[in-house]
């Protein structure tokens, strides 16, 4: 039986195993005080170019969602999302359970319109009865979206510009990061790089879970204390006077990630062995090709490639570290299903450049495939057809890919 249902299936890169076990012994302290956790922080900041980012190690995709979002919003405020948002939808009201409320807008294939973001925010600043509404606080998209698209760099670019515009805090959630980093959008048009989301969001987090790791997620804070200049920027510059200036006085009076530790705790989010992630993460954001905790004494490498079996995967470019070749494999994997299924003459519900793929199949379609494979249910079209998800993964070996293409 071949399996194409999540990119959660399998367990963690070879190198990250390694480290586990021949760590196992060691003491360190705890809650990611240790010195591994820091190593790990320091690799993240140098790969986005940050570094003065604050960097917090939590277990899962939900979990890092409710807490650092708890942590961006004031009591008065709400988040901006897709309909289709993953905290909208697949969340079980977590963040409305701590008493903050989703502001939907519709999707585009998965992604907020910036200018339909603007128009929410006008909305709301010029509605004489707004001490009666819930503020827009948050933007939060995920890259790649929960259709496999991503927002290409001048996207990014144009909706961190409203956030700054009407002081709104921008918030990417990176459950699949890896992939979204690796996407393949057509030529010239450009993909963000962690230093772009660095640089245009206020909190986004590495997704680890899906893309190489056991468990985990990194969130991170790129520029937690306010910039000096903030109030000669267009920060607010869309607001009444008197609220740009309460804005401003929000924003520069504590770090953005002031006592985030401490809202961790209270959320439940905290790890006692803190180091079972930040070994994770020191590993995934060395090179591509690094030496395993083991290999070290015997001259062997364990890279991505070798994991998978998949000697056309990406290159061990030294300045690409393991978390980049993970995602760039299972694109690859998921790029080659794609165009198989094309070619076999299947509907794509949306066309995805990450790793996950959206073939629409007729009932004697799931009858023939059903026997052989497993994937995942997405919607039923209005002409009783099924929208499926094929996902491929870091460790998506190339010959099941080829025995399921064989299968059209």
């Not at 359970?97 to 999707?107: A, E, F, Q, T, V």
């Not at 933007?139 to 259709?147: A, G, K, L, R, W």
């Not at 094309?342 to 023939?368: H, K």
Request: hydrophobic share 40%.
């Amino acid at each position: 039986m071949l399996h194409f249902d999540s990119d959660y299936m399998e367990g963690a890169h070879p190198a990250v195993i390694e480290r586990l076990a021949a760590t196992n012994l060691d003491q360190t302290s705890g809650y990611g005080t240790d010195e591994v956790c820091e190593s790990a922080r320091d690799r993240i900041r140098t790969a986005c170019t940050a570094p003065e980012a604050a960097v917090y190690f939590l277990v899962g995709g939900t979990q890092a969602n409710i807490v650092a979002l708890d942590q961006l919003l004031r009591p008065w405020e709400g988040v901006v999302a897709a309909n289709t948002g993953h905290i909208n939808g697949h969340e079980a009201g977590a963040l409305e359970g701590l008493g903050h409320k989703i502001l939907p807008l519709p999707h585009h294939q998965g992604k907020l319109d910036a200018e339909e973001v603007r128009a929410l925010a006008e909305a709301y600043w010029g509605d004489e009865n707004r001490d009666h509404m819930v503020a827009p606080g948050v933007v939060y998209i995920s890259q790649p979206t929960e259709y496999g698209t991503v927002y290409s760099l001048p996207e990014l670019e144009a909706l961190s510009q409203v956030c700054r515009d009407f002081a709104l805090r921008l918030f990417v959630d990176g459950a699949r990061l890896g992939y979204g980093l690796a996407a393949q959008l057509p030529e010239g048009v450009a993909v963000p790089a962690l230093p772009d989301l660095a640089h245009l969001a206020d909190g986004f987090y590495i997704g680890g879970t899906k893309v190489g790791a056991l468990f985990g997620e990194a969130v991170v804070f790129p520029h937690p204390a306010a910039p000096a200049n903030l109030a000669s920027t267009s920060f607010g510059c869309r607001l009444p006077e008197a609220d740009r200036i309460r804005a401003l006085a929000l924003r520069t009076c504590e770090p953005l990630d002031s006592h985030f530790f401490t809202i961790v705790k209270k959320r439940g989010a905290l790890l006692a062995k803190g180091r079972m992630l930040g070994i994770q993460f020191d590993e995934l954001f060395k090179p591509n090709g690094a030496e395993g905790a083991d290999a070290a004494e015997d001259g062997e490498s364990v890279s991505v490639v070798e994991a998978v079996g998949d000697a056309g995967a990406a290159a061990n470019a030294s300045d690409e570290t393991r978390y980049l070749a993970c995602g760039r494999h299972g694109v690859q994997q998921a790029q080659k299903l794609q165009r198989a299924f094309v070619d076999a003459g299947y509907e794509l519900a949306m066309e995805s450049p990450t790793n996950q793929v959206f073939p629409i199949f007729t009932d004697a379609d799931r009858a023939r495939l059903d026997p052989h494979a497993t994937y995942g249910f997405w919607e039923r079209t209005l002409d009783g057809r099924t929208v499926t998800r094929f996902a491929c993964s870091w460790a998506t070996r190339p010959e099941d890919v080829d025995a399921l293409i064989a299968l059209l």
